[in-house]
Nanobody, 113 residues
């Protein structure tokens, strides 16, 4: 069974940065799309960013220009570099294998104003 493990969340002040990591228990070189989603308290889970093999990436409008998604197929890792963080970025962040219901356990990000 494939497992995804997120890490790197924490408490940061507005304007700060965090780097989230997602470790996969499988060879992600054969996975076309890896994605990040987030879920804020009381809200539905929403798309944040995705990256395809070949490094084409897509972002939610709310994070464009502030977040950067990357992948290291050799290490089976996916990253989300978050900069210029805002209080509205506060959420649990989840790694996902695109097109599946395979999720990690999430990592909490809290941005204080």
């Amino acid at each position: 069974q494939v497992q995804l493990v997120e890490s790197g969340g924490g408490l940061v002040q507005a304007g700060g940065s965090l780097r989230l990591s997602c470790a996969a228990s499988t060879d992600i070189a054969i996975i076309t799309v890896m994605a990040w989603f987030r879920q804020a308290p009381g809200k539905q889970r929403e798309f944040v960013a995705s990256i395809r093999n070949g490094d084409r990436s897509d972002y939610a409008d709310s994070v464009k220009g502030r977040f950067t998604v990357s992948r290291d197929n050799a290490q089976n890792m996916v990253y989300l570099q978050m900069s210029s963080l805002k209080p509205e970025d506060t959420a649990d962040y989840y790694c996902n294998i695109g097109g599946t219901q395979i999720w990690g356990q999430g990592t909490q990000v809290t941005v204080s104003s």
